[in-house]
């Protein structure tokens, strides 16, 4: 008897999440949906949390648009998202009245299938969002986020047969119409694959499916004894956008299972046009496949198990703090910290908490700097880890923590109040619906500048517009200073409507400067990418260095508040202002006693490395 196997198209999320960052652009998936409509996928995978980001942070476009868009001409196949949790599309939990908003607006404006998953794979950030999909009648498909403790895989001392089969009955409770086995690093080997979905196919009765990525290589062979032990549907990318830390290919996994009891449910003489198709319009994003182990296979993860990209974010990061060569202390640093962690698996939000507080412990000492998700994650507001956080470490993480140190054992979003109203009054001037409330309240340090592009309040061009672009060669000297530090706040001219955004590329690294053409005042400088090719150079934005009576910028990123105000008098060691780097928030301490005189920065503005923040008598 033939089965019949369903398939998810990933390649208009996962796979150019995985190979080119995220950057594809709307007009480009618009231009080939239609046909990708009639292959005949189970659904297609178009949204989430990083093409959410992206598209605000970098595309400048609307991501509740592109769904709409996808929408209209895909009317046959299911569309469907990848969803954090309480954590919706953004790194922290949000209260239930975002949760439930932000689904039925997706639900409304396009999303079929909701796959639900949280890092830790705790119910507690798992219940409003399953029952609020549940609300608004779409599929729910609840994950199991695949991880593994140690080198014995499924056989492992945490993840195990037994953990799994727990959370598959517990997801199926929740009214899951389906699971899903999400295997983000490509950790998942055949065998176990094998022995895992069996057991899920004989202890719960929903639909079981399989997301992988190539990371490793097994991915493939992964699919085939999956296939063979009952799972229902798969995720692959069209060939172009395949392998590598990506999912496996489309074509391939078709062709495997010719003449075999396996059917797959798609056209396959539609297959050619959408991979001519992608491999055409694959040339402009050139510069952002920068990383090339992400195209092949990545021996590494096997042992140190951390995913690609989050070695490729450490790359970026430590760059920018020019501390590269400190990388191999960091890889090994990771594993130290996940285990004071209680083994969280390294997946969004986690991965970028615990490389960044490793990027801390080698850079700063030990300890030295603990970055405030990592407090917040082990006074509990990420939900319980699937191992107890180290006891010593509670007391180090939580010493000043203004909540006490005591870590909760309640559900998180419980402490949080509705959030939706007030950022509903915030952003009153520039919101025209509840979906761009919903961008403020997820993206709040971007979202005004992204607002004000998409109501042409400002014309910006895009990073990569061909017509603003600027090469400049690596021995001419490049005057992109910010002159914010050496300016009152009331000589910085005000933002006119001309401002134009330029792409400024200084060998291997690539900024983005806003340019006011009536003053011919550099605005502000952010660093967008750097590729990961191993020969970085670190010298291209100059900035105030150190000077008597300051506190200078330890680390490259966001500036986002102060704790202090003018003529306040600190203690050394006191949390004077914050600092989001790698999407982490970093409290920066006094170094000294002293008294405030000057608060340069403002929230938004970027930093580089060696910034003066604060100045003091
Ligand atoms: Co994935």
């Given amino acids: 008897m033939i089965r019949k196997i369903g398939i998810t198209d990933t390649t208009f999320r996962d796979a150019h999440q995985s190979l080119m960052s995220t950057r594809m652009k709307t007009e480009d998936i618009l231009a080939i949906a239609s046909k990708v409509d009639d292959i005949g996928f189970h659904s297609a995978e178009v949204w989430g949390g990083a093409t959410f980001d992206s598209a605000i942070r970098f595309l400048n476009e609307d991501p509740w648009e592109r769904l709409e868009k996808i929408k209209d001409l895909m009317p046959k196949t299911p569309l469907q998202m990848l969803l954090r949790g309480q954590s919706l599309v953004g790194y922290r939990a949000y209260s239930d009245d975002v949760v439930d908003q932000f689904i039925s607006s997706a639900a409304s404006t396009g999303i079929d299938i909701f796959r639900v998953f949280d890092a830790l794979n705790d119910e507690f950030n798992l219940t409003r969002a399953a029952e609020a999909v549940k609300k608004s009648g779409k599929h729910l498909q609840m994950t199991l986020v695949y991880s593994v403790s140690d080198d014995d895989g499924l056989n492992g001392n945490i993840y195990n047969l037994d953990y799994y089969l727990e959370k598959a009955k517990s997801f199926q409770k929740m009214s899951a119409d389906s699971l899903c086995i999400k295997d983000m690093a490509g950790l998942l080997s055949p065998y176990d694959a094998y022995e895992l979905v069996s057991h899920l196919k004989s202890n719960v009765d929903i639909p079981i499916q399989l997301h992988s990525h190539c990371t490793s290589g097994m991915a493939p062979i992964t699919y085939l004894k999956a296939i063979e032990a009952g799972v229902d549907v798969i995720d692959t990318a069209i060939s172009p956008l395949s392998m590598g830390t990506s999912q496996p290919a489309l074509e391939s996994i078709v062709a495997s299972l010719r003449n075999s009891e396996y059917e797959f449910s798609v056209n396959d003489k539609l297959f050619n046009e959408f991979s001519d198709y992608i491999e055409s319009i694959l040339p402009k994003y050139e510069k952002y496949f920068s990383n090339q182990i992400s195209s092949r296979v990545d021996a ?7 995913p ?22 960091v890889l090994k640093e990771i594993p130290n910290v996940r285990k004071l962690l209680g083994y969280p698996a390294l997946v969004t939000p986690i991965s970028q908490m615990v490389a960044a507080q490793s990027v801390n412990n080698v850079v700063f000492g030990k300890d030295k700097l603990i970055n405030s998700q990592v407090k917040d994650y082990v006074y509990g507001l990420y939900g319980r880890p699937p191992a107890p956080v180290d006891s010593k470490y509670i007391s180090i993480a ?8 005591n870590p909760i054992s309640s559900r998180p979003a419980d402490l949080l109040s509705a959030e939706l109203d007030q950022a509903a009054e915030e952003i009153k001037d520039l919101s025209s619906d509840v979906k761009d409330i919903l961008i403020h309240t997820l993206f709040p340090n971007i979202s005004r500048k992204f607002l004000d592009i998409k109501f042409g309040h400002i014309q910006v061009e895009s990073e990569d517009s061909d017509n603003t672009e600027k090469k400049i060669d690596a021995n001419d000297s490049v005057a992109v200073e910010p002159n914010k530090n050496n300016l009152n706040s009331d000589e910085i001219p005000t933002r006119s409507d001309q401002i134009r955004s330029f792409n400024v590329f200084v060998e291997d690294q690539y900024f983005k400067v806003d340019v006011d053409p009536i003053n011919k005042n550099f605005k502000s400088i952010e660093k967008i990418e750097q590729s990961n090719s191993g020969k970085l150079k670190n010298k291209a934005v100059k900035s105030n260095r150190a000077k008597e009576n300051t506190l200078i910028a330890p680390m490259a990123g966001t500036f986002l508040r102060y704790e202090v105000e003018v003529g306040q008098e600190i203690k050394s060691g006191d949390s004077v202002l914050v600092i989001e780097s790698m999407k982490m928030e970093n409290s920066i301490p006094a170094l000294t006693d002293s008294v405030v005189s000057e608060l340069p920065f403002k929230p938004g503005d970027a930093i580089s490395k060696g910034d003066i923040l604060i100045k003091w008598e």
Avoid: T
């Fill in 300 to 306: 590494g993860v096997l042992s140190h198990q951390i």
């Fill in 308 to 329: 690609g990209g989050m070695i490729s974010n450490l790359v970026s990061q430590l760059s920018e703090m020019n501390e590269l060569d400190k990388l191999p202390k």
């Fill in 398 to 405: 939580l010493k000043d923590y203004p909540q006490g140190n």
